[in-house]
């Protein structure tokens, strides 16, 4: 079989289980459609999403969920003050071996490695323990007792903030953030959502969820969306998009310079590429256009862009800055 074929088998078995996955989730999570999406898109990109929202959403149930759903290997780090960076990566210790008598070190794994790591409130911990994770995002691998172990992939991080209690935290900086394809908020559920929730939650009910999508198929779509073409036109407008953020800009206007002291670096340029072919091929294109730019914009930017003091002042928030750019941009 030739290349070309397997490609356009793996696609039809993705896009399908993308439908499926969607169904099987629909059996616990109630709404979060988008949510849902974009964290696939960030899972098949081979990036990693920071989810922001109240407590209560189901954040840590969606993401198990979503992890056993994909037969993939689950694991939950609670970050607080004390924890140290070998809670994550994990830590070596002395054993004696009976029959010799001779002693050895032997490192024993962290919970970081996993498939999906879920990083429950990642700004309750100091930066030297938020950093052991960030590295093993960016590398891929991670560094303990001088031996470097490289992680089973996939490997997708996820990480969660409270928006509301700042008290006791010490917040991503810039740099940091920039590591995370996409940030994604979980709104509260609408009325009719939230009776559904109650009622689900309120009975007796065991929900038995089949695996759809295995890990060497997960890998093989990886490995397909780095071939996807895309048109020359559509990769400068999202090179246009995140070069219009930075306000010594050309493209800048001047409500950018204005409203923004930093804007987003070449990272949110690749991110809304990559992010555009997932999001084109689950949705059975086979190149991405301008609508899957748009549709990406906002999670890709949301955490990349530092507002001023006059945007605060004026009550502009990063949303209004993103319809403001794709007014400029686009229209």
């Known amino acids: 079989m030739q290349e070309k074929d397997r490609d356009v088998q793996t696609a039809r078995k993705i896009q399908q289980g993308f439908k ?3 169904e099987e989730l629909g059996k616990v999570i109630v709404g979060q459609e988008l949510i849902i999406e974009q964290l696939l898109i960030a899972l098949f990109a081979r990036g990693h999403c920071l989810l922001v929202g109240v407590p209560g959403l189901a954040k840590t149930l969606l993401i198990r969920t979503l992890g056993e759903i994909l037969d993939l290997r689950f694991s939950r780090i609670q970050f607080t003050p004390d924890l140290m960076p070998s809670d994550i990566t994990g830590t070596e210790i002395l ?3 009976k029959s010799t008598g001779q002693k050895t070190f032997r490192f024993i ?5 996993a498939n999906v790591v879920l990083a429950d409130e ?8 938020q950093s052991a994770l960030l590295e093993a995002m960016q590398e891929y691998r991670v560094t303990a007792a001088g031996r470097s172990f490289d992680l089973e992939k996939p490997f997708f991080v996820l990480a969660t903030q409270n928006p509301i209690e700042q008290e006791g935290t010490y917040p991503l900086p810039e740099a940091q953030l920039d590591r995370f394809m996409l940030s994604l908020w979980l709104d509260y559920p609408s009325f009719d959502q939230e009776v559904d929730i109650v ?3 309120t009975i007796d009910r065991i929900d038995h969820l089949q695996p759809v999508l295995s890990k060497e198929d997960i890998i093989h779509f990886q490995d397909l969306v780095r071939r996807v073409p895309v048109a ?11 070069t219009a953020t930075r306000p010594e800009s050309e493209l800048a206007d001047q409500k950018i310079g204005e409203w923004i002291r930093w804007g987003a670096g070449p990272r949110a340029s690749q991110y809304l590429v990559l992010g555009a ?10 190149t991405p256009a301008v609508e899957d730019l748009q549709a990406l914009l906002l999670p890709v930017l949301r955490h990349r862009l530092v507002t001023s003091f006059s945007a605060e002042a004026e009550g502009v928030d990063v949303v209004r800055i993103v319809k403001h750019l794709q007014d400029q941009i686009l229209s």
């Open 20 to 22: 499926t996955i969607k």
């Open 95 to 97: 054993e004696e071996d």
């Open 109 to 113: 794994r962290g919970p970081v490695f």
């Open 122 to 129: 990642i700004n309750r911990t100091p930066p030297k323990t």
């Open 199 to 201: 009622k689900q939650t």
């Open 232 to 242: 020359d036109d559509i990769v400068e407008t999202a090179v246009r998009l995140v």
């Open 277 to 286: 072919k997932v999001r084109a091929l689950l949705y059975e294109r086979f």
